[in-house]
């Protein structure tokens, strides 16, 4: 049983390693993209990274939403699997 705790752990580390490097490259990408169309700033990454508990779909959704709205990108829904 121990075995199966430290193997849940190990694996929220690594969800959470993999998620904070995807977070970076994200942020690192639109930081340029920012910097070369329109001279605004983005949030710092500290700011984005949530350290803690992990954040919600809602509250992904929200903060999608205000840097949508904050750089007038509307946002476009598509179905599920196209592309």
Same mark, same amino acid.
């Given at each position: 049983?121990?075995?199966?705790?430290?193997?849940?752990?190990?694996?929220?580390?690594?969800?959470?390693?993999?998620?904070?490097?995807?977070?970076?490259?994200?942020?690192?990408?639109? #930081?340029?993209?920012?910097?070369?169309?329109?001279?605004?700033?983005?949030?710092?990454?500290?700011?984005?990274?949530?350290?803690? #508990?992990?954040?919600?779909?809602?509250?992904? #959704?929200?903060?999608?939403?205000?840097?949508?709205?904050?750089?007038?990108?509307?946002?476009?829904?598509?179905?599920?699997?196209?592309?």
């Amino acid at each position: 049983m121990r075995e199966l705790w430290l193997e849940r752990r190990y694996a929220r580390q690594r969800y959470q390693t993999e998620r904070d490097r995807d977070v970076i490259l994200a942020w690192q990408i639109q #930081k340029i993209n920012v910097m070369t169309q329109n001279r605004q700033r983005l949030p710092s990454l500290q700011d984005v990274l949530a350290h803690g #508990k992990p954040t919600t779909a809602e509250a992904q #959704k929200a903060v999608f939403y205000q840097i949508s709205a904050r750089f007038g990108v509307p946002i476009v829904r598509r179905p599920r699997g196209e592309q």
